[in-house]
């Protein structure tokens, strides 16, 4: 079982930076691949970014490339995304994931089995 807490979210202006934060429970934090998801409203809710267990190993949705960075640090049970050079289209719910299995939060095709944060608004204003 898995806890996750995000934060740091907020209202931005376009161009700006943000940094997520997202605050796992357990010991095993190490053991699970951790992935950032967003969902806008009236849209379904995609992958970000992934890491993998040990940090490394990432991945990025084309959108996000370049400008966002995940990474996480094991032993305070947290994972990141700095987000730079924000856009209006960035605004969204984000959520953070876990999973045991690297591809499966990369492919962000099995949601119903992740572990989820409650979610963290971020807006982007132009």
């Known amino acids: 079982q898995v806890q996750l807490i995000e934060s740091g979210g907020g209202l931005v202006q376009a161009g700006g930076s943000l940094r997520l934060s997202c605050a796992a429970s357990?010991?095993?934090?190490?053991?699970?691949?951790m992935g950032w998801f967003r969902q806008a409203p009236g849209k379904e809710r995609i992958i970000v970014a992934a890491i993998g267990g040990n940090g490394g190993i990432t991945s990025y949705a084309d959108s996000v490339k370049g400008r966002f960075t995940i990474s996480r640090d094991n032993a305070k049970n947290t994972v990141y995304l700095q987000m730079n050079s924000l856009k209006p289209e960035d605004t969204a719910v984000y959520y953070c994931a876990a999973d045991t299995n690297y591809n499966k939060i990369r492919s962000g095709s099995y949601q119903s089995y992740y572990y989820w944060g409650q979610g963290t608004q971020v807006t982007v204003s132009s």
């Open positions: 357990g010991r095993t934090f190490s053991s699970y691949a």
